[in-house]
């Protein structure tokens, strides 16, 4: 009777947990707004629905609303397709670059557009050129420059998600770029695009800082709202204004929740990039960020500029005196509250936005729905009507509340929910289900499981919400405007104060500060999200127990046997420092790894065997099915393996180095004259044969397809590679890999290297590494090849392919190939009759020899 | 009597409105493995569930070792559940996977665990499923059979009476279905302990179980052997889910075979 006593306490503790944040999103979020509705009269109704003004101002804001968010969302949907199709490096940079305008409040928008065109602005004073900004031009530019951060990750992040399946099926079928954008992406990208130009729709329309600056006559509705407020003090009319104002919120959202979950299965990984386009992309990307940042460089420029637009001489004063100027409570002092305000807010937001998604996602019943409804409503509430709505509300606790630097941090806390919150959900629906049942059975508390098992799988999503929720609280000005006060009002707030006095400098100085700050925290955040998903990946990979070092130690050790090693001697053979020879023989010997013998000698322990186990490779797959017309006329009577050379069989050389480090699993796939290969069992007993029949019809993809299920952790082998080096066989293989040799230059296969691992691959190339045929392919990664050869095997035209060219090309995104490095003298290529001969003149006098080039 | 581990005495249980089991009887034998068979939505999961406690019957009882545990806390009635992909904690390795309880847990007298005497336990659990090569490696490095182990390690550490087992191999290709039942049947052969296992497979149910329950329209159709469910139907219904099914079965494979030949 006591346990049930506790168990359902625990259960009321944790709806009492879940009513009460519903009840926190209904009284900063819902209650406000109602507040807001209990001004209204009928008067204020027949005063708005007769006054031009207000029609006017929706008018205009509808106009030039569509307008911007039009172009935002064509302009981010292209740039977001360029960039996740290349094959561009660092793609994190050009994100950053892109979505820099996040980082610098919207007003600094508009002032810097006028800066740059307006009468007395650069082009004026450098050119002569004066052009009309402020008004409609003014206020599209701007707001495409505002809204086209947000607009573009949102397309970015879908198109990451993308299915790549059909774009690998439209790649082999031959289908073209500008065809697969038209009739993949957008029909697959159709609901994020509409969800993208809602979002941005309703950025622009509730924007207030763009048009107090820009807008000139033009006056929107925002701006309308403010005079009501701030100049008429007509709240009735101001609070009509502000949930019409609502209104494009609502309808985005409503789509967003009907449209939202169809398409979130989202997919792992993406479209296939190609590098013909790099150099188009960077050339249009940065023009785009150089336009879209334009105007607060302008701006930011004047930081710099003695006394605009009087002295446009340079200066430093301006940011010299930073730590000087003593206007208000000194600006230091902002700064400081700025970064407090920031820091708490991303805090408190992060708990309790991660909270929501806890509670609407890992817990079941109907509350679980309106706590999803609730938090998801607030992304429909302006910052400008919520402000307001907390001054009606909350006036009465000034000085507890009202008035303290906590209002501000629950203002931009319920302001920017929203997205934190999706993020949160997101991430914590993906983390199975059952972890919480298994504690319960397991007698594992759910605050335990949620800190043990669920933070720690959440902690880049964590990072991300905490970086949104600061970078936000940074440059924000609409909601914390009304509510600052004197002493704790935080750095955005006083670009609109100095905006009084009309000081472009002090402006320009404290953007240029908030810029400043941001992108810090925005490199800080990314080093974070970056680190931990290395992190999680090397523990994800690597795991196989031994660095790469010790894995060179052990099988070095095993190939040379027992014996007496000075530290001098392994750094040299392993190409390692002293000090890590040193560190590796005490550690592999404090694992029991290797036995050190009394008389100093050392050998691999049986422990030590065992460990390298996993790392053994299993069995050889010879492809040999082909004609080898190239090295007619031998090839007319043999096939190619089957040609001696000095005297020894091709193949010979490739199943000696096999059989030396104990590979006699080999299997051969045979085709063209498959029974004269019937006479290697002789001196290779082992050996199994597959045929493929359909040699000639197909390309090589085929005998592999004939000896698929054989592929696990073995070498994958050309038969025609006449092998000096038999040491380029290992018993023992780290990773998955491909041998090659550097060269200067070839005209055969080769690849691209890029940290250690294959990039590209392609028909010549300079400063390079020439592929030779043999690959090992480890457990995890014969799994991968194993589907995609047989995915490309079955599509139109995928029998034509080089089985090569799965991993290395088509699906090179699947892999990550090690380079292994060979000398390019420890296999003799031997491509031609006249290359044959060459090596062993003896064929000078085959028979037809000189029909085919072979003179001697 | 003695033999008999769980008795559930006429278990109804509702969802609203809707009637998911009707007047459901049945024991359980100790060392048994006990097959729940059944299309989906028969109630097969329900009853798993009320075992382990997440769950409880609109009424009835349900009675282990002569004690009724019917509102028994899920960690208090000493069963163990393992989940379809086996839902291990990702960021641990295994031997934190199977440790984590006993760190969590107080043992019998209320006092928490001394690190030696998890450590030993731990280590003795890893050795009896076979994985001691693999302490250090987190799930995503093991194969889908050491992942099966582990949960059932997990599991195994607070000596559990009784095994569940919620379709654990349902989202598997059928030839590594084959090794993991092998693998499942020599682990309880070794711990004789008492499994109950969820399925709508007839062929695992077959290949598994001591007895089968075939579960149907509220209630149990039959609970029996392997032998007697094939040769004796109780009505209609298992002779069409079951006997048919398997008839069936091995009749196309019969047939490929014989094109083959031909």
Same mark, same amino acid.
């Given at each position: 009777?006591?346990?049930?006593?506790?168990?359902?306490?625990?259960?009321?503790?944790?709806?009492?947990?879940?009513?009460?944040?519903?009840?926190?999103?209904?009284?900063?979020?819902?209650?406000?707004?109602?507040?807001?509705?209990?001004?209204?009269?009928?008067?204020?109704?027949?005063?708005?629905?007769?006054?031009?003004?207000?029609?006017?101002?929706?008018?205009?804001?509808?106009?030039?609303?569509?307008?911007?968010?039009?172009?935002?969302?064509?302009?981010?949907?292209?740039?977001?397709?360029?960039?996740?199709?290349?094959?561009?490096?660092?793609?994190?940079?050009?994100?950053?670059?892109?979505?820099?305008?996040?980082?610098?409040?919207?007003?600094?928008?508009?002032?810097?557009?006028?800066?740059?065109?307006?009468?007395?602005?650069?082009?004026?004073?450098? $050119?002569? /050129?004066?052009?009309?900004?402020? +008004?409609? #031009?003014?206020? @599209?530019? !701007?707001? %495409?420059? *505002?809204?086209?951060?947000?607009?573009?990750?949102?397309?970015?992040?879908?198109?990451?998600?993308?299915?790549?399946?059909?774009?690998?099926?439209?790649?082999?079928?031959?289908?073209?770029?500008?065809?697969?954008?038209?009739?993949?992406?957008?029909?697959?990208?159709?609901?994020?695009?509409?969800?993208?130009?809602?979002?941005? $729709?309703? /950025?622009?329309?509730?924007?207030? +800082?763009? #048009?107090?600056? @820009?807008? !000139?006559? %033009?006056? *929107?509705?925002?701006?309308?709202?403010?005079?009501?407020?701030?100049?008429?003090?007509?709240?009735?009319?101001?609070?009509?204004?502000?949930?019409?104002?609502?209104?494009?919120?609502?309808?985005?959202?409503?789509?967003?929740?009907?449209?939202?979950?169809?398409?979130?299965?989202?997919?792992?990984?993406?479209?296939?990039?190609?590098?013909?386009?790099?150099?188009?992309?960077?050339?249009?990307?940065?023009?785009?960020?150089?336009?879209?940042?334009?105007?607060?460089?302008?701006?930011?420029?004047?930081?710099?500029?003695?006394?605009?637009?009087?002295?446009?001489?340079?200066?430093?004063?301006?940011?010299?005196?930073?730590?000087?100027?003593?206007?208000?409570?000194?600006?230091?002092?902002?700064?400081?509250?700025?970064?407090?305000?920031?820091?708490?807010?991303?805090?408190?937001?992060?708990?309790?936005?991660?909270?929501?998604?806890?509670?609407?996602?890992?817990?079941?019943?109907?509350?679980?729905?309106?706590?999803?409804?609730?938090?998801?409503?607030?992304?429909?509430?302006?910052?400008?009507?919520?402000?307001?709505?907390?001054?009606?509300?909350?006036?009465?606790?000034?000085?507890?509340?009202?008035?303290?630097?906590?209002?501000?941090?629950?203002?931009?806390?319920?302001?920017?929910?929203?997205?934190?919150?999706?993020?949160?959900?997101?991430?914590?629906?993906?983390?199975?289900?059952?972890?919480?049942?298994?504690?319960?059975?397991?007698?594992?508390?759910?605050?335990?499981?949620?800190?043990?098992?669920?933070?720690?799988?959440?902690?880049?999503?964590?990072?991300?919400?905490?970086?949104?929720?600061?970078?936000?609280?940074?440059?924000?000005?609409?909601?914390?405007?009304?509510?600052?006060?004197?002493?704790?009002?935080?750095?955005?707030?006083?670009?609109?104060?100095?905006?009084?006095?009309?000081?472009?400098?002090?402006?320009?100085?404290?953007?240029?500060?908030?810029?400043?700050?941001?992108?810090?925290?925005?490199?800080?955040?990314?080093?974070?999200?970056?680190?931990?998903?290395?992190?999680?990946?090397?523990?994800?990979?690597?795991?196989?127990?031994?660095?790469?070092?010790?894995?060179?130690?052990?099988?070095?050790?095993?190939?040379?046997?027992?014996?007496?090693?000075?530290?001098?001697?392994?750094?040299?053979?392993?190409?390692?420092?002293?000090?890590?020879?040193?560190?590796?023989?005490?550690?592999?010997?404090?694992?029991?790894?290797?036995?050190?013998?009394?008389?100093?000698?050392?050998?691999?322990?049986?422990?030590?065997?065992?460990?390298?186990?996993?790392?053994?490779?299993?069995?050889?797959?010879?492809?040999?099915?082909?004609?080898?017309?190239?090295?007619?006329?031998?090839?007319?009577?043999?096939?190619?393996?089957?040609?001696?050379?000095?005297?020894?069989?091709?193949?010979?050389?490739?199943?000696?180095?096999?059989?030396?480090?104990?590979?006699?699993?080999?299997?051969?796939?045979?085709?063209?004259?498959?029974?004269?290969?019937?006479?290697?069992?002789?001196?290779?007993?082992?050996?199994?044969?597959?045929?493929?029949?359909?040699?000639?019809?197909?390309?090589?993809?085929?005998?592999?397809?004939?000896?698929?299920?054989?592929?696990?952790?073995?070498?994958?082998?050309?038969?025609?590679?006449?092998?000096?080096?038999?040491?380029?066989?290992?018993?023992?293989?780290?990773?998955?890999?491909?041998?090659?040799?550097?060269?200067?230059?070839?005209?055969?296969?080769?690849?691209?290297?890029?940290?250690?691992?294959?990039?590209?691959?392609?028909?010549?190339?300079?400063?390079?590494?020439?592929?030779?045929?043999?690959?090992?392919?480890?457990?995890?990664?014969?799994?991968?090849?194993?589907?995609?050869?047989?995915?490309?095997?079955?599509?139109?035209?995928?029998?034509?392919?080089?089985?090569?060219?799965?991993?290395?090309?088509?699906?090179?995104?699947?892999?990550?190939?090690?380079?292994?490095?060979?000398?390019?003298?420890?296999?003799?290529?031997?491509?031609?009759?006249?290359?044959?001969?060459?090596?062993?003149?003896?064929?000078?006098?085959?028979?037809?020899?000189?029909?085919?080039?072979?003179?001697? | 009597?003695?033999?008999?581990?769980?008795?559930?005495?006429?278990?109804?249980?509702?969802?609203?409105?809707?009637?998911?089991?009707?007047?459901?009887?049945?024991?359980?034998?100790?060392?048994?493995?006990?097959?729940?068979?059944?299309?989906?939505?028969?109630?097969?999961?329900?009853?798993?569930?009320?075992?382990?406690?997440?769950?409880?019957?609109?009424?009835?009882?349900?009675?282990?070792?002569?004690?009724?545990?019917?509102?028994?806390?899920?960690?208090?009635?000493?069963?163990?559940?393992?989940?379809?992909?086996?839902?291990?904690?990702?960021?641990?390795?295994?031997?934190?996977?199977?440790?984590?309880?006993?760190?969590?847990?107080?043992?019998?007298?209320?006092?928490?665990?001394?690190?030696?005497?998890?450590?030993?336990?731990?280590?003795?659990?890893?050795?009896?499923?076979?994985?001691?090569?693999?302490?250090?490696?987190?799930?995503?490095?093991?194969?889908?059979?050491?992942?099966?182990?582990?949960?059932?390690?997990?599991?195994?550490?607070?000596?559990?009476?009784?095994?569940?087992?919620?379709?654990?191999?349902?989202?598997?290709?059928?030839?590594?279905?084959?090794?993991?039942?092998?693998?499942?049947?020599?682990?309880?052969?070794?711990?004789?302990?008492?499994?109950?296992?969820?399925?709508?497979?007839?062929?695992?149910?077959?290949?598994?179980?001591?007895?089968?329950?075939?579960?149907?329209?509220?209630?149990?159709?039959?609970?029996?052997?392997?032998?007697?469910?094939?040769?004796?139907?109780?009505?209609?219904?298992?002779?069409?889910?079951?006997?048919?099914?398997?008839?069936?079965?091995?009749?196309?494979?019969?047939?490929?075979?014989?094109?083959?030949?031909?």
């Amino acid at each position: 009777m006591r346990e049930r006593m506790t168990r359902h306490d625990r259960l009321l503790r944790h709806e009492v947990l879940r009513i009460i944040s519903i009840g926190c999103i209904l009284l900063f979020a819902i209650l406000p707004l109602l507040t807001l509705a209990f001004n209204v009269t009928g008067k204020d109704w027949t005063f708005i629905a007769k006054d031009r003004k207000f029609w006017a101002a929706i008018k205009n804001s509808l106009t030039y609303t569509g307008a911007a968010a039009v172009i935002t969302t064509a302009l981010a949907l292209v740039s977001a397709y360029l960039l996740e199709t290349s094959s561009l490096r660092k793609k994190n940079l050009y994100v950053i670059a892109l979505t820099l305008g996040m980082l610098v409040p919207t007003i600094s928008v508009g002032l810097g557009l006028r800066v740059l065109f307006g009468a007395n602005g650069f082009l004026d004073l450098l $050119f002569g /050129l004066e052009l009309e900004v402020r +008004g409609m #031009p003014g206020l @599209i530019m !701007g707001a %495409v420059m *505002t809204s086209f951060p947000a607009t573009f990750l949102i397309l970015y992040d879908a198109l990451h998600y993308e299915d790549k399946g059909p774009y690998d099926a439209a790649s082999i079928m031959g289908i073209g770029r500008l065809s697969t954008f038209f009739r993949l992406t957008i029909p697959y990208l159709r609901i994020a695009l509409i969800s993208a130009f809602f979002a941005c $729709f309703t /950025l622009i329309f509730s924007d207030y +800082g763009i #048009p107090m600056e @820009i807008a !000139g006559k %033009v006056k *929107t509705l925002p701006m309308y709202l403010y005079d009501q407020f701030m100049s008429s003090f007509q709240y009735g009319r101001g609070s009509i204004a502000g949930f019409v104002l609502l209104i494009p919120a609502v309808i985005s959202f409503v789509f967003d929740l009907i449209f939202k979950d169809q398409s979130s299965e989202k997919q792992n990984r993406l479209i296939p990039s190609s590098a013909g386009f790099n150099r188009a992309t960077v050339l249009v990307l940065v023009l785009l960020c150089v336009l879209l940042f334009m105007p607060q460089l302008a701006f930011i420029s004047l930081s710099f500029t003695k006394a605009f637009p009087n002295d446009l001489g340079f200066t430093f004063e301006h940011i010299a005196n930073i730590f000087s100027n003593t206007h208000g409570v000194g600006l230091t002092a902002y700064i400081f509250n700025s970064l407090k305000l920031a820091f708490l807010t991303a805090i408190v937001g992060t708990c309790f936005a991660y909270l929501l998604g806890y509670f609407s996602v890992r817990k079941s019943g109907r509350l679980a729905k309106v706590v999803d409804l609730l938090a998801l409503s607030t992304i429909a509430i302006p910052g400008l009507v919520l402000g307001i709505g907390y001054i009606f509300l909350f006036k009465g606790t000034n000085g507890t509340f009202y008035g303290t630097i906590l209002i501000l941090v629950v203002v931009n806390t319920f302001h920017f929910l929203g997205s934190p919150y999706l993020l949160a959900k997101n991430c914590l629906s993906k983390i199975n289900s059952d972890y919480e049942v298994i504690g319960e059975t397991l007698g594992i508390s759910r605050g335990k499981i949620i800190r043990n098992v669920l933070i720690p799988n959440s902690v880049s999503t964590l990072v991300e919400m905490f970086s949104y929720f600061f970078l936000n609280s940074m440059i924000t000005i609409s909601a914390v405007a009304f509510l600052c006060t004197y002493d704790n009002q935080p750095l955005s707030i006083l670009i609109t104060t100095y905006e009084k006095n009309s000081n472009y400098e002090m402006q320009s100085v404290i953007s240029l500060i908030i810029l400043f700050l941001n992108v810090v925290a925005r490199v800080v955040f990314t080093a974070i999200t970056t680190l931990v998903n290395r992190k999680n990946n090397q523990s994800a990979e690597g795991g196989i127990g031994f660095t790469r070092m010790e894995f060179d130690f052990l099988t070095y050790l095993e190939k040379n046997g027992k014996g007496v090693y000075s530290q001098r001697k392994l750094a040299d053979d392993l190409t390692i420092t002293l000090s890590n020879a040193t560190r590796l023989v005490k550690e592999t010997a404090d694992h029991d790894y290797i036995n050190i013998l009394p008389d100093g000698e050392i050998e691999i322990s049986e422990k030590g065997l065992k460990a390298l186990e996993p790392y053994r490779v299993r069995k050889a797959i010879i492809l040999a099915a082909g004609f080898g017309q190239r090295l007619a006329p031998v090839t007319l009577d043999t096939p190619k393996p089957l040609v001696k050379v000095n005297g020894v069989r091709i193949l010979d050389t490739l199943l000696d180095a096999l059989y030396a480090k104990g590979i006699k699993n080999i299997t051969i796939v045979r085709g063209y004259k498959k029974e004269q290969f019937d006479q290697l069992l002789e001196k290779y007993p082992t050996i199994r044969f597959i045929d493929n029949p359909e040699f000639n019809l197909a390309n090589n993809i085929s005998s592999l397809i004939h000896a698929i299920d054989l592929i696990d952790r073995c070498y994958i082998c050309e038969a025609d590679l006449y092998i000096t080096n038999p040491d380029i066989i290992n018993k023992y293989e780290y990773r998955t890999n491909y041998l090659g040799a550097k060269v200067a230059e070839t005209d055969d296969w080769c690849f691209s290297k890029r940290n250690g691992y294959v990039d590209d691959y392609q028909m010549g190339g300079t400063d390079c590494y020439q592929a030779f045929g043999i690959s090992y392919w480890n457990g995890e990664d014969s799994e991968r090849l194993k589907s995609d050869l047989r995915k490309v095997y079955a599509m139109r035209g995928g029998k034509e392919n080089l089985w090569e060219q799965v991993p290395l090309r088509i699906m090179k995104k699947n892999y990550k190939l090690e380079i292994r490095k060979c000398h390019k003298s420890d296999i003799i290529e031997i491509d031609n009759f006249i290359e044959l001969i060459a090596v062993d003149p003896s064929y000078a006098k085959y028979p037809g020899a000189e029909e085919y080039g072979g003179r001697s | 009597m003695d033999n008999v581990i769980i008795s559930c005495v006429d278990i109804n249980k509702k969802f609203k409105t809707k009637t998911v089991l009707e007047d459901v009887s049945f024991e359980i034998q100790r060392g048994e493995f006990l097959s729940l068979l059944g299309p989906s939505g028969c109630g097969k999961t329900t009853i798993l569930r009320m075992l382990i406690g997440i769950e409880k019957p609109s009424s009835g009882r349900i009675i282990k070792d002569g004690e009724d545990i019917t509102d028994t806390a899920p960690k208090d009635r000493n069963i163990g559940i393992v989940f379809q992909n086996y839902s291990l904690f990702p960021n641990m390795d295994v031997y934190h996977n199977i440790s984590y309880a006993l760190q969590s847990k107080k043992d019998e007298n209320g006092r928490k665990r001394s690190q030696e005497e998890i450590d030993r336990k731990v280590k003795g659990i890893i050795e009896t499923v076979g994985l001691e090569e693999h302490v250090y490696k987190r799930p995503k490095q093991l194969s889908v059979g050491q992942q099966q182990r582990v949960a059932i390690a997990r599991t195994l550490v607070l000596n559990p009476d009784i095994i569940l087992f919620d379709e654990p191999m349902s989202a598997l290709d059928a030839e590594i279905k084959v090794v993991l039942r092998q693998q499942l049947k020599e682990i309880q052969k070794q711990l004789k302990i008492t499994m109950v296992y969820v399925t709508h497979d007839q062929e695992e149910a077959f290949a598994l179980s001591d007895r089968i329950m075939v579960l149907n329209d509220l209630r149990i159709a039959q609970l029996d052997t392997p032998y007697n469910l094939y040769h004796h139907p109780a009505d209609a219904f298992v002779k069409r889910f079951v006997v048919d099914h398997l008839d069936l079965k091995v009749k196309s494979i019969e047939e490929s075979i014989k094109e083959e030949k031909a």
